[in-house]
């Protein structure tokens, strides 16, 4: 079946510091891949998305290239801020799945100033 | 426009009754999802709906989990003699189609005592 993979946390990085957070997937299909953000006392909301392969997803900063060769999803960001601490899940969704939305474990970001 | 609304906010029951989360999704979303968050893990998976077909039910962790959607729109997640390994934030999710992003309510946070 369907499954994600990212890395376990907690990620803990200075303000301004490169930020790489791991998501590789398997699917029999060709998936849609996502992130998805949960911010300290908010509701989970959708980063950035990337229906096909080569896709990049970007969006307040952080970036996502959908590579197939590989089966990942890496979230990247060049330069963190304080109010990037969050946790971060990566989702896959997939025709052959039924497009019942499969969530990684999420990773759980702390920005230090 | 509104988003995903979900009640009650927080649910505190006896062990062994039964309790009914509802979730309002975006009018117009086709799709409706239904996941489980304990403390600090992932999401799980419950339930799926999509249009008038029959639901994903692959998710819900026992008979005693149950789930409908009334007239395509609101959906109602009952959890009948609850145990307390039952304890978690309930969150409900729809998209304009299965497959596409998702919009998350605030969820129910649920405590079986």
């Known amino acids: 079946g369907n499954s994600v993979t990212q890395m376990e946390g907690p990620v803990t990085l200075s303000e301004e510091a490169f930020l790489t957070i791991n998501c590789t997937y398997t699917?029999?299909?060709?998936?849609?891949l996502f992130w998805y953000v949960q911010y300290p006392g908010e509701g989970l909301q959708l980063l950035l998305k990337?229906?096909?392969?080569?896709d990049k997803g970007s969006n307040k900063g952080f970036e996502a290239t959908y590579r197939k060769e590989t089966t990942s999803f890496h979230l990247e960001k060049g330069s963190v801020q304080v109010s990037d601490s969050a946790v971060y899940f990566c989702?896959?969704?997939?025709?052959?799945?039924?497009?019942?939305?499969?969530f990684g474990a999420g990773t759980r970001l702390f920005v230090k100033a | 426009g509104a988003g995903v609304s979900q009640s009650p906010s927080n649910k505190v029951t006896e062990k062994g009754k039964d309790v009914e989360l509802r979730c309002d999704p975006i009018?117009?979303?086709?799709?409706l999802y239904w996941y489980r968050q304990s403390l600090g893990q992932g999401l799980e998976f419950l339930i799926y709906?999509?249009?008038?077909?029959?639901?994903?039910k692959s998710g819900l962790p026992s008979d005693r989990f149950s789930a409908e959607r009334t007239g395509g729109s609101v959906s109602t997640l009952t959890i009948q003699r609850t145990q307390q390994e039952d304890s978690a934030v309930y969150l409900c999710?729809?998209?304009?189609?299965?497959?596409?992003?998702?919009?998350f309510g605030p969820g129910t946070r649920l405590t079986v005592t």
């Open positions: 999710a729809s998209s304009e189609q299965a497959g596409d992003e998702q919009y």
């Open positions: 699917a029999t299909g060709y998936p849609s």
């Open positions: 990337a229906t096909k392969a080569d």
């Open positions: 989702a896959l969704s997939d025709r052959s799945g039924g497009f019942k939305t499969i």
């Open positions: 009018s117009g979303h086709t799709a």
């Open positions: 709906f999509q249009g008038n077909s029959a639901p994903d």
